[in-house]
Every structure is written in C-alpha cells, then in structure tokens.
C-alpha cells in the first residue's frame, strides 16, 4: 500500500459528460502528480501541484483542470469527455518540491467513455 | 524532442535467465533517472534514482546502472515474481518538475 488513495476506482460514463478524480496523496507529501496511461502512449505526464500551487504542465488538454485543496488533497476534471479520454489515470505524491524523490503512485482510476 | 525510449517493448525470459532491459534518453540535462516497476492493474512501484554516469544500484535480483545516454536494469536469475512492466522515468534539468516516462518493457519469466 502506496497510502495514495484514488476515487473512484472504476468510472463508466458517456461521451459529453464531466467526471471528477479524487486523489489523498500520502500524509505530509506536498506534491500531487497526475498521470494518464493508455496501451499505445504509456504514462503521460499532465500536471504537477505543490502545497497548492501549480507547478508543472505536461501535456494536458484544456477540456481537464486540476486543483490542490488546503487539506492537499487533489481533484482532476474531466469535461467534454471523447472517447479518446478512456485511460488509466495515476496520481502520485511525493515529499518535495523537486521530484528528484521517489514518486509514490495510488492505484488509479480507470475511466471508461461509451 | 526530449525522449525516453525503452527497449525491448516485450521479453519473455526461462526462470534463471538473466537479460537485460534499455532505456535510452535524449534530454537536455538530467537530473535523475528513476525505474520503477508495474503489476496489471496496479500503479508504478519505485525501484531506483540515479543521478550521473556510472552510478549503480542493486535490489535484490535487479541492477540498474547509468551512462550518459542510456540506463540498463539487469535482471539476474529472474523468478516468475519479476513478471511485470518495468518503467524508466527521466527528470531534467531547467525543465521544472516534469517527469518523463517510457512506454515500458513487459516482462515475462516462464516457469
């Protein structure tokens, strides 16, 4: 156990619709990534929080959006879904800043788009 | 483009045969360069960091050692339990925090 915890861990929903990922990242970890994995582009790298603040962007579409809360838990929006969105989607934490550290991933959400 | 590239896509291995797995990068610095591995279904486990060329690290039945343009993990005398997708990630310098990951290798250790 990673004590990264991800809701929900299935996600069925239709193309059009807006879903919200929920990530605890492990306690006093700062830093919240968020990852999309598909069989043919492996992880992807969408966008990194510290202590709250944005700190990196990958390639993220703008239909997503992603925040830190004050508790630092993290939310990542997902709007006018496309068939195209189906994917695994990781968060990690980590302690730092930096990300020289280990990254420490939850188990996922696995997101389904009919 | 920065890249991590991994190679082979896929190995299939007899318990005890030992092989090893590539990841090549083109960044324009590096910071760090991470392996981790992936069981179905479940998220990335952290393996290793190295930080400059000729850094190696051992854990268990897995080495991973570092050049300036590609990284190995080899597996000595793998067990069916090393069946997984082994993942290598790149950290760049004056590129914020953005970690760069390969598309993996699946391995696969017969019985």
């Known amino acids: 156990d990673s004590g990264v915890t991800q809701t929900p861990k299935h996600l069925i929903t239709a193309t059009g619709q807006r879903v919200t990922l929920r990530c605890s990242p492990r306690?006093?970890?700062?830093?919240v990534y968020w990852y999309q994995q598909s069989l043919d582009q492996g992880l992807q790298f969408l966008i990194q929080y510290y202590n709250g603040e944005e700190r990196a962007k990958g390639n993220i579409l703008e239909r997503f959006s992603a925040q830190q809360f004050p508790d630092l838990h993290s939310e990542l929006n997902l709007s006018s879904l496309e068939l195209g969105d189906s994917a695994l989607y990781f968060c990690?934490?980590?302690?730092?800043?930096?990300?020289?550290?280990?990254?420490?991933f939850g188990e996922g959400s696995r997101l389904t788009v009919l | 483009e920065d890249q991590v590239t991994q190679s082979p896509e896929a190995l299939r291995l007899q318990e005890g045969e030992s092989s090893s797995l590539n990841c090549s990068y083109t960044v324009s610095g590096l910071r760090g360069l991470f392996w981790y591995r992936q069981d179905p279904g479940k998220g990335p486990e952290f393996l290793f960091t190295?930080?400059?060329a000729g850094e190696e690290k051992e854990k268990e039945r897995l080495k991973a050692t570092l050049t300036k343009k590609e990284s190995f993990l080899h597996i000595t005398a793998p067990k069916p339990e090393d069946s997984a997708t082994y993942l290598c990630a790149v950290l760049q310098t004056n590129r914020d925090d953005k970690i760069i990951f390969g598309k993996g290798t699946r391995l696969h250790i017969l019985p």
């Open positions: 306690s006093g970890d700062l830093s």
């Open positions: 990690a934490s980590s302690v730092g800043l930096a990300g020289e550290e280990e990254l420490f």
């Open positions: 190295l930080y400059s």
